[in-house]
């Protein structure tokens, strides 16, 4: 099985890591856009058009799903992804985890944060998902100034500069925190601890990975087998051009760690 993910950088990271653990067994291949990010302050054309080519570079590898592993790509891109790429392909796309924060919330009280980009917060797609699926809930958004660029970049200072000034805007006490970009997964750890305040445990963190991860598997009429043979192979594309291996930045972080581990398929 070979399932396909694509970002503008290193936000795939962690949707990848999930379906390594899913299907240790399954080809990768990642498929991002260096040339071309940040992504975010493009026009929606211009996005379309960039993640149509990262979505026909990894296609040509035959992969049996491809997850657009990218807030702003499937806001801006997923119509016509899908028009172009299915059903021969089924793409998956990613939406932030108000629904299930949502109702963490109803159930457990407390209020919820959506950390996302400054294009994304206050924008009619995030209002639309608060009506859709906040439930009522005290939901605020949060734009995070830099911590996409700075998780991108690998660089620590710039990480916890970012997160800092971020939970500088959240309101104290909050309960969830819905992760509205990709990337921000990758540094979940230091994001609740940065909210945890005098609370033995800082608030929950609501990602998207998990989530993709199960929807390709069930698009590409497959399941889950964590116990399967680890031999899957990585295949890396940077702006539609075979890389050698995941990037230096990638390398800091644990899911490109997993991700960059030989096996004896790896290509």
């Known amino acids: 099985m070979k399932i396909a993910l694509m970002d503008s950088g290193i936000g795939l990271l962690a949707a990848a890591a999930a379906v390594r653990r899913a299907r240790p067994d399954a080809d990768l291949v990642l498929s991002s856009d260096p040339d071309g990010l940040p992504w975010g302050p493009r026009t929606a054309g211009d996005i379309t058009a960039r993640a149509l080519d990262c979505a026909r570079a990894a296609a040509a590898h035959g992969p049996d799903a491809l997850i657009v592993a990218c807030n702003t790509a499937s806001v801006h891109a997923l119509p016509a992804l899908r028009a172009e790429l299915e059903p021969a392909l089924p793409v998956v796309g990613t939406v932030p985890a108000v629904k299930p924060a949502a109702a963490a919330a109803a159930e457990h009280g407390g209020p919820v944060a959506i950390w996302a980009t400054p294009a994304t ?117 940077h702006s539609g051009r075979h890389a050698p291996g995941l990037s230096p930045a990638a390398l800091t972080y644990a899911e490109g760690r997993l991700l960059a581990a030989p096996s004896p398929a790896a290509h």
Not at 144 to 160: F, T
Not at 182 to 190: C, I, M, N, W
Not at 191 to 219: F, K, M, T, W, Y
């Open 121 to 237: 917060t206050g924008s009619p797609y995030q209002r639309r998902l608060i009506e859709q699926f906040g439930n009522g809930a005290d939901i605020t958004g949060v734009p995070c100034h830099g911590l996409a660029d700075a998780i991108e970049s690998g660089d620590e200072d710039l990480i916890d500069a970012a997160v800092e000034q971020a939970a500088a805007r959240t309101p104290d006490g909050v309960a969830a925190v819905v992760l509205g970009c990709t990337h921000y997964e990758l540094v979940g750890t230091r994001i609740r601890e940065a909210l945890r305040g005098d609370r033995p445990a800082g608030p929950v963190l609501h990602g998207s990975a998990q989530a993709v991860c199960a929807q390709a598997l069930r698009r590409a009429g497959s399941a889950p087998r964590p116990q399967a043979a680890p031999v899957g192979g990585l295949t890396v594309l």
